[in-house]
């Protein structure tokens, strides 16, 4: 990502509509993470759990919106590796790291030599991550900048609880419950036979569950 002079958040998103609440907590954590660690860009993943996928929500540089809703899969690069492991990390010499995923880095206009990372995370489950690119760390120790990025990651976390993020950990089955909304709509618009017992079958079973909740 490409390093910005101007501190200014923006009054909104590309195309001038105001930011959501959820929106502002998240450009303002990376805004704030960029300013506590004097570097040249922070950001943060949200989970797609239905994809697989890392959702790049936020960055500190507003002329890098364009970025936003970048994908890469949960399990790669640096933001992948703390996603699994539900720990806050110090990644450097990142040219010779076997987790860093140079090449969307190089897609984002920045190639870090270092990044220190968080996850942002609600009852035990991780739902996102947040990246801290190029950190000065002075003459902070480890235990120090790791306790440090925690914390900013923890407030992000209990802001976005605040304001009811929809982007939060999802609900047990979710990924699930999608994909059976797919099949009905799918099962809705056939002719076969089948199709329209199977529906039957779903209506039935939904009746049930109405009456045991009743």
Known sequence: MTPSGNDALSSGTPGGAPLSRRDEVLRSTVRLARLVFGA?????????????????????DPQEDHLLGWE????????????????AVIADDLDNHPQFNREFA?????????IIAAPLETAGSVFGI????????????????????????????????????????????AAAA???????GELARSDDPAAERVLTSLEEIAAVLARGKG
């Open 106 to 114: 190089a897609s984002t206009g920045l190639v870090p030599k270092t």
């Open 178 to 184: 999608e994909r059976l909304t797919t099949l009905v």
């Open 130 to 173: 947040m990246e801290v690119l190029d950190p000065d760390l002075g003459s902070r120790g480890e235990a120090a900048v790791i306790e440090l990025v925690s914390e900013l990651a923890r407030q992000c976390s209990a802001a976005l609880a605040i304001v009811g993020d929809p982007s939060g950990p999802p609900a047990p089955h």
């Open 40 to 60: 040249p860009a922070s950001s943060i993943f949200l989970h797609d759990s239905v994809a697989g996928s890392l959702v790049l929500e936020a960055t500190s």
């Open 72 to 87: 890469i899969p949960d399990y790669s690069g640096i933001a992948g590796w703390v996603f699994q492991s539900g720990e």
